[in-house]
Nanobody
C-alpha cells in the first residue's frame, strides 16, 4: 500500500519560512499530479497548491501565491512546499496527496500530516 509521509513542519514566527516534504512510497510517483492541502482547527481541509507530473505546471490558492513554491523530485518520490513570509493564518496541519494522470484516481489514504504553527 502506498504511504505518504509529510515532514518539515514546526513552530515559526510570522514572516518566517519552512520547507515541507512529502515522501511517497511506490514506483509510480511520476504518474501523479501532486498537491498540498491544509486543515486548520475547526475548518475544512483546503487546497494549497498542485504540481503536474513533470513539474512543468503549478498552481496555488490565491492566499498562497507569491509566498509558497511547490516543487518535486521524481527520482526521490518527493514533493516539496517552500513556504515564505508565513502568517498566523497559515497555521494548520499540512497534507499531500496525488491524482493519477491516466486513471484520475487519487491515493487511497492520507498521511499523518505535518503541523505548521505560525506565531504572531
Amino acid at each position: 500500500q502506498v504511504q505518504l509521509i509529510e515532514s518539515g513542519g514546526g513552530l515559526v514566527q510570522a514572516g518566517g519560512s519552512l520547507r515541507l516534504s512529502c515522501a511517497v512510497s511506490g514506483r509510480t510517483f511520476s504518474n501523479y499530479v501532486m498537491g498540498w492541502f491544509r486543515q486548520a482547527p475547526g475548518k475544512e481541509r483546503e487546497f494549497v497548491s498542485f504540481i503536474s507530473w513533470s513539474g512543468g505546471s503549478t498552481d496555488y490558492a490565491d492566499s498562497m501565491k507569491g509566498r509558497f513554491t511547490i516543487s518535486r523530485d521524481n527520482a526521490k518520490n518527493t514533493v516539496y512546499l517552500q513556504m515564505n513570509n508565513l502568517k498566523p493564518e497559515d497555521t494548520a496541519v499540512y497534507y499531500c496527496n496525488g491524482r493519477n494522470r491516466f486513471s484520475g484516481s487519487y491515493y487511497s489514504s492520507w498521511g499523518q500530516g505535518t503541523q505548521v504553527t505560525v506565531s504572531s
